[in-house]
């Protein structure tokens, strides 16, 4: 293990700074998040954590993981996160994603679909959302936010952690994936959609939601098979992408 690094012009520091820029690492931030990725099979690249910061069992079994340690000053794990329960631990890991082929969908389950979802925080959320109703995988199209940057991994509570990624998608290979899985495509659509069916909703079935200023792309909105929508009332005419489709969630699993 190194010696503790206390500042920010240390070439370690600044390495990590830039990854985290780029995209090319992101950020897991506190102990319990750590445990999270451990638990989820992700290790961690590196880990900076002040004196305490970081529990003796979690130590040795990043070690043993492979990890590397690297003690540090307050100042550096707080120029690497923003977020003050980081508690004096900060991990950097890289970002993963699956091949379509690699996803399984099981004939009683269903996946979501994000099409450019721009926004950080709304990719999370949704992701975050997906998981608690029992989403099976979800993909996200070109123009998606990525879901290991700092806002979206935020949240998502740990989600990206756990359901099953596959990002960078040509809208075409998407909807190729639900017709592999022979899935019904369902579009949440807040203008000519329906609103969801009151009985259970036949699955497979994959739940599509488009990017919150353009909608669908041409791709995903012409192969949608069942367009749902949230009813509204009062003078609201649509919901933000993340909690409409939080809302559709529970709506079309709710007897499973």
Excluded: Y
Excluded at 31 to 47: F, I, K, M, Y
């Amino acid at each position: 293990m190194i010696e503790s690094v206390t500042s920010l012009s240390n070439p370690l520091v600044k390495e990590s700074l830039e990854a985290l820029s780029e995209g090319t690492l992101f950020a897991l931030e506190g102990t319990r998040t750590l445990r999270d990725a451990l638990d989820a099979g992700v290790v961690p690249v590196r880990v900076f954590f002040e004196t305490g910061g970081l529990p003796r069992d979690l130590s040795s079994a990043l070690s043993k993981a492979g990890t590397e340690l690297v003690p540090c000053g307050a100042r550096v794990v707080e120029k690497l996160s923003d977020l003050r329960s980081t508690r004096g631990a900060v991990a950097l890991a890289a970002p993963w994603s699956v091949a379509p082929s690699e996803l399984a969908l099981p004939a009683d389950g269903f996946a979501i679909l994000l099409d450019g979802i721009q926004d950080p925080a709304n990719v999370g959320a949704i992701l975050r959302s997906a998981e608690a109703f029992g989403a099976k995988a979800a993909l996200l199209t070109k123009g998606c936010a990525s879901p290991f940057a700092t806002k979206a991994f935020r949240a998502s509570a740990g989600s990206v952690l756990r359901v099953p990624l596959a990002t960078g998608l040509a809208p075409a290979d998407a909807v190729a994936w639900v017709r592999s899985v022979n899935a019904r495509l369902v579009g949440a659509d807040a203008h000519d959609g329906s609103e969801p069916p009151p009985a259970a909703l036949e699955r497979p079935f994959v739940l599509a939601v488009g990017s919150e200023g353009h909608g669908f792309s041409q791709d995903v909105r012409l192969a949608v098979d069942l367009a749902v929508r949230v009813p509204l009332e009062g003078g609201v005419e649509s919901l933000n992408a993340a909690v409409a489709a939080s809302v559709l969630l529970f709506a079309l699993s709710r007897h499973a």
